[in-house]
């Protein structure tokens, strides 16, 4: 199965900074990554698949870079609405796994 | 674009079953491969099983044997039998349609099941 590691596992940012988060597979992935917010009590919301495509609706400060086994989800200026729990998940091959989550919080 | 909505979740004991039901509307239901993933309270996402458009299945090694995903095309209606269950699989239960693959990526609301004596 392939690993994916997700850090930091806790950021705390202010409005208007730059967040990055990263995610490392433990084998390529021929770039199948996707990203994903999750709020409290709701499903989660594709942000960015394919590594860098950014999901239909969603705000152009999202951005996602990285190839082979490096792959990087960057907020260009955090907003109010931003605060919630980012994922990763390779959909390179079964079973489709996901990293373990980074909570961004206000600091 | 689609709405995919669970049922069928509640409270039940350790080796008991389950069965939840994911209907789909206001889409080619049958064209698309479909996905269970889960997410216990407070924890994060676990990709549970896909049934394909051609009726191939997948699963998680940790449901093999216990959990099994099919789907009704004429309803547009996904399940997924759960039994022999335990602890570990009290979660939110969500279905999806092409997860993180494609702009057509889609999440229903969730099911929430409770493994409890």
């Known amino acids: 199965d392939i690993q994916l590691t997700q850090s930091p596992s806790f950021l705390s940012a202010s409005l208007g900074d730059r967040v990055t988060i990263t995610c490392r597979a433990n084998?390529?992935?021929?770039?199948?990554l996707a990203w994903y917010q999750q709020k409290p009590g709701q499903a989660p919301k594709l942000l960015i698949y394919f590594a860098s495509t950014l999901q239909s609706g969603v705000p152009s400060r999202f951005s996602g870079s990285g190839s082979g086994t490096e792959f990087t989800l960057t907020i260009g200026s955090l907003q109010p609405e931003d605060f919630a729990t980012y994922f990763c998940?390779?959909?390179?091959?079964?079973?489709?796994?996901f990293g373990q989550g980074t909570k961004v919080e206000a600091k | 674009q689609g709405q995919l909505v669970e049922s069928g979740g509640g409270v039940v004991q350790p080796g008991g079953s389950l069965r939840l039901s994911c209907e789909a509307s206001?889409?080619?239901?049958?064209?698309?491969?479909m996905h269970w993933v889960r997410q216990p309270p407070g924890k994060g996402l676990e990709w549970v099983a896909v049934?394909?458009?051609?009726?191939?299945?997948k699963y998680v090694d940790s449901v093999k044997g216990r959990f099994t995903i099919s789907r009704d095309n004429l309803v547009n209606t996904l399940f997924l039998q759960m039994n022999s269950l335990r602890n570990e699989d009290t979660a939110m239960y969500y279905c999806?349609?092409?997860?993180?693959?494609?702009?057509?990526?889609?999440w229903g609301k969730g099911t929430l099941v409770t493994v409890s004596a």
């Open positions: 049934t394909a458009y051609d009726g191939g299945k």
């Open positions: 998940q390779q959909v390179d091959s079964y079973p489709r796994t």
């Open positions: 206001g889409f080619s239901f049958s064209n698309y491969a």
């Open positions: 999806a349609r092409a997860p993180g693959e494609t702009t057509e990526d889609l």
């Open positions: 084998q390529g992935i021929n770039n199948y």
